[in-house]
Structure formats: structure tokens, C-alpha cells
């Protein structure tokens, strides 16, 4: 991988990671289609420029982060996020197997989309319009409904939306308390795939940072991915924000099914 290419996938993680259309699926169909290889590098990339992506909530939402008097709203996130910590871990050899299963991730892709066509009507009389409204245990149940997301395809920002609107959240706030949520779970993937996980693609055994730190080029591409994928993730995030209080979730359920049907035919032709 390039840094061009290190780029585009940065703008794509940017752009599709807090809608409800699966970064994860975006960024390896981009990889399908420019050809690359799915090594250590790709794997340690595309999980950890999400680091970017987190800078970009906390920076759109920065008054709540650093507003330490309200520790409800940490405790919150620390219970929601443990599902993800436990299940991740268990489930981290059949992540990496399905990430590299295309045809599996657009069927993926497809099934969501139909869920999103239909997801307004499902949850039609919303009670929480406020963040300090929701519960800890609404907030773990929103949790539980992220793990979902495990199945590449799926979509993190989906699962936690659904779970959010099935606990009686408005649309809105539904997809902020995903922003929030995604803070803490992507803060963990990032320091696990880089801190904590072994990568042996190479023949030598490393950590994450150890194998960046071998390259200066590597390193270089992500930086530079994480800057990128930071100033698209502001764009996204405001769009969304207003393009789902006047459209709602359909306008994303057929984006999924035209974007899944169009890579199912590419990658069984």
C-alpha cells in the first residue's frame, strides 16, 4: 500500500464510520478493488486509524468529554462498552477469518439495509430526548446491541443506533449516544491491535507499534491516515446528524442494498 491508497482508505473510513453503512466493509471492498493484499499492515491501518475518527467526536462533542463534573455520563459509556471488551476479545480469530470474506460482507451489507428500510416504523413513539435521561442499564443494553457489529458488514454505528431507538431514544440522540459510544470502543481496539495483539504475517512475531516503528513509510501512511480520516469524520458527522432528522434511516437502507447487491455481483461474477 501506497500513501495515495493510504489515503483513499482513510477518507472512506472518514466518511462511512459513524453512518450506518459499515466502515469495516467499505475499507475492504476498497482494498478488493485497488488490488491490495490484506497483510499486517492493512489489518493494523484500517482498525486503528479509527483513532482519527474518535479525535472527531470528541472534538465535535468536546464540552461533554471534558466536562469531568458529569461522571454519569463516563460511567455510562464504561458499562456500555464492556459487552464489546469481552465478546472482541473472545471472538478477535473469527473477526479476523470473516474480514477476508467479501461475498459474506456485502450478503452482510444487504440483510442491514433491509432493517433500515423498515427501522423508523418499528420505533415510532420515542420517550428520550437527553442524554442524562438514559440509564446505565438502557446504556449496557445499547451495548449488547453494538456487539452485532462483530459480524463485519453489519455496522457498529447501526447496531448502537437500533439499540438506542429499541430502548425508546429519539433518532437523534439515538445516533449521538453511538458517537459517544464509539469514543471508548475504538480507544480500546486501537490500543489492543496496537499495544497488545501479535502479528506474525510478516514471520516474526510483533506487536502492533513494532511493526509500524520498523517502517518509516508505514508509520508515515498512519499518521497521515489518522489526520485524514479526523477532518472527513467532522464532515460526516454533521451531515448525518441533519440528513437523518429530515430522512431518517431509509435513504441508508437502500444506499446498503444498491452498495451490497453491486459487490455480491462483483465478487461472484
Not at 500513501?3 to 466518511?15: K, N, R
Not at 451489507?109 to 420517550?127: A, E, N, S, Y
Amino acid at each position: 500500500m501506497d500513501l495515495l491508497q493510504s489515503i483513499i482508505i482513510a477518507i472512506v473510513e472518514g466518511l462511512t464510520e459513524y453512518l450506518p453503512i459499515s466502515s469495516t466493509a467499505h475499507m475492504i471492498f476498497t482494498r478488493e478493488l485497488m488490488g491490495l493484499a490484506e497483510d499486517d499492515f492493512f489489518k493494523i491501518f484500517a482498525l486503528c486509524i479509527q483513532f482519527g475518527a474518535i479525535l472527531a467526536v470528541v472534538t465535535l462533542y468536546w464540552r461533554k468529554f471534558l466536562d469531568f463534573s458529569r461522571w454519569q455520563f463516563f460511567l455510562k459509556l464504561g458499562f456500555a462498552v464492556l459487552p464489546a471488551l469481552v465478546l472482541g476479545k473472545l471472538l478477535d480469530d473469527y473477526i479476523d477469518s470473516v474480514m477476508g470474506a467479501p461475498v459474506y460482507i456485502a450478503l452482510m451489507l444487504i440483510v442491514g439495509g433491509v432493517v433500515l428500510l423498515f427501522i423508523d416504523r418499528f420505533f415510532q413513539h420515542p420517550t428520550i430526548s437527553h442524554e442524562k435521561e438514559i440509564s446505565i442499564k438502557k446504556a449496557v443494553i445499547i451495548g449488547f446491541w453494538q456487539c452485532l457489529a462483530m459480524m463485519p458488514g453489519t455496522s457498529r454505528s447501526a447496531a448502537s443506533i437500533i439499540g438506542g431507538m429499541q430502548q425508546k431514544l429519539t433518532r437523534e440522540l439515538a445516533a449521538e449516544f453511538s458517537f459517544f459510544l464509539a469514543v471508548p470502543t475504538m480507544l480500546a481496539v486501537t490500543v489492543y491491535s496496537l499495544f497488545l495483539k501479535h502479528y506474525t504475517g510478516s514471520g516474526v512475531t510483533m506487536k502492533g507499534y513494532e511493526l509500524l516503528a520498523s517502517n518509516s513509510n508505514k508509520l508515515s501512511m498512519f499518521v497521515i491516515g489518522n489526520v485524514v480520516a479526523y477532518i472527513v469524520a467532522i464532515i460526516a458527522i454533521k451531515g448525518f446528524i441533519e440528513l437523518i432528522k429530515k430522512y431518517g434511516f431509509a435513504l441508508w437502507g437502500y444506499y446498503r442494498i444498491i452498495v451490497g447487491g453491486f459487490l455480491l455481483w462483483w465478487f461472484i461474477k
